[in-house]
């Protein structure tokens, strides 16, 4: 153990000093083991992970299968670059291919490193692929820390104060109808006015050379946010009308987390090209972009990321597909997140704090308001209140959104109806702690 002889301060100081500002830790816990949905602490203590690293450990922490498949892979090739062929990346690609809803087999895969680098390089395949260059995010979309991610990304939160962006990205407006940006109330009533928007956007904020328009299904780090049931088949005609592809970003909502393999499964249309990251390599470092092979093969390339098709993160990879698959992780997803979603929303009929309740699967979040006639959200310190009492109670739960005011629930999806009960009862009691002290 590398922390052995270390106290959780000493290793506190140690990031002060030597890790950049930027690295935010959310608290002062040292976590040094996992397995499932279990967490332990440099003292000892055990926790319950409702947050999953961001969406990663999809499968539990320290699944022997992912164990198993990594150190095998590690024991005989790490890294050759793709520069060489070996043989986990293509097997892979064909893997994704088969479940990936883009016309079953009918794919080509291009990997790399993160959810940043997979969106980054979608955007340049569109941009070859269509002879265009303007590319389309959605307020309240989180797609990276890149150039292109950065620039569509629609919380300002997350752009580092700087700028000017990347000129040819725009912004749709966002879809979650809680807080309408165009000033309706429903999608119900409006028709869709956010996806219908892109009509007027094209002839008034572009040379009507539009390559892509990328979005999550539901959005994660703006809140988990849901995209409303029928947004993008108002979205998709609109597109082919203009000969515009549609970017899935299923960074967070791939591989089961939704409740369906993939969360566009919920809307019925198909994606062109899809990003992937996070819950892929269970784990592991590593992202896809998946595409259509006549888009796909556009670009002769060549393009390289150096550890893209890592033999090992491909065997994680797969195992984590595997795990998935065998285990019926997406069945449960479905279930026990209804049933964590069926508390929560009983639980904001009678909490003057808790509204808007949104997710699918096990991605679900919930708005902290302390006014919820003026939707008012609320303050760094109610949050944070939330956070740390839920903390006190051994367990992680998260926090996103446009006012960084939704808290996050992404636990493992081996996640057990005992544990989302157990989620309840701890959240219930943080929130009543936070609302008594406002
Ligand atoms: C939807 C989405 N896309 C892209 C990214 C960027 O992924 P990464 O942090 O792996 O670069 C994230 C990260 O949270 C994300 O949530």
């Not at 961001?54 to 890294?79: C, E, F, W, Y």
């Not at 209804?338 to 009678?350: D, I, R, T, Y």
């Not at 003057?352 to 939707?375: C, N, Q, R, S, W």
Request: aromatic content about 8%; overall charge negative; glycine content about 10%.
């Amino acid at each position: 153990m590398i922390e052995e002889g270390l106290t959780a301060a000493e290793v506190i100081q140690l990031q002060d000093q030597y890790v950049m500002k930027c690295v935010e830790p959310w608290n002062e816990k040292v976590f040094v083991k996992g397995k499932g949905s279990t967490l332990w602490d440099i003292e000892g203590q055990e926790y319950l992970d409702c947050f999953s690293g961001v969406s990663v450990i999809n499968i539990g922490h320290a699944h022997p299968k992912m164990v198993a498949a990594v150190s095998d892979q590690i024991n005989r090739l790490t890294h050759l670059s793709t520069l060489y062929r070996t043989a986990p990346m293509p097997i892979l690609a064909k893997k994704l291919a088969e479940i990936v809803p883009m016309g079953e087999g009918r794919s080509k895969s291009f990997f790399c490193n993160s959810g940043t680098e997979a969106n980054e390089h979608a955007i340049t395949l569109a941009r070859i692929a269509t002879k265009k260059f303007e590319i389309f995010g959605l307020q309240n979309g989180f797609y990276g820390r890149g150039g292109f991610t950065m620039s569509i990304t629609g919380l300002g939160a997350w752009r580092s104060g700087l700028g000017p962006f990347m000129s040819g990205t725009l912004h749709l407006p966002m879809y979650h109808c809680y807080r309408c940006p165009l000033g309706h109330h429903h999608y119900s009533e409006c028709g869709y006015a956010c996806a219908n928007y892109l009509k007027i956007a094209l002839k008034t904020q572009t040379s009507n050379r539009t390559a892509a328009v990328v979005v999550e299904p539901i959005q994660g780090i703006g809140g988990i946010v849901e995209a409303p049931p029928d947004y993008f088949k108002v979205l998709k005609p609109i597109l082919e009308e203009n000969q515009i592809l549609l970017i899935v970003d299923e960074v967070q909502t791939g591989f089961g987390r939704t409740g369906m393999m993939f969360g566009i499964e919920h809307y019925g249309v198909e994606p062109d090209v899809v990003t992937l990251a996070k819950g892929l390599g269970g784990g592991l470092p590593i992202g896809a972009v998946v595409a259509k092979p006549e888009i796909a093969d556009t670009f002769p390339g060549p393009d390289f990321a150096t550890f893209g098709g890592n033999p090992v993160s491909c065997r994680a990879a797969l195992a984590a597909i595997e795990v998935t698959q065998e285990e019926g992780l997406v069945k449960n997803s479905a279930e026990v997140g209804e049933f964590l979603k069926a508390g929560l929303v009983e639980l904001s009929k009678h909490h003057p704090f808790l509204d808007d309740v949104e997710g699918k699967g096990l991605f679900i979040g919930a708005e902290i308001t302390t006014d919820k006639e003026k939707k008012t959200p609320a303050s760094n310190i109610v949050m944070t209140r939330i956070l740390d009492e839920a903390l006190k109670e051994k367990m992680l739960i998260g926090r996103g959104g446009l006012y960084y005011n939704r808290i996050r629930f992404q636990p493992p999806l081996c996640f057990t109806r005992k544990e989302a009960e157990r989620t309840l009862e701890v959240f219930e009691k943080a929130l009543t702690i936070a609302e008594g002290a406002a």
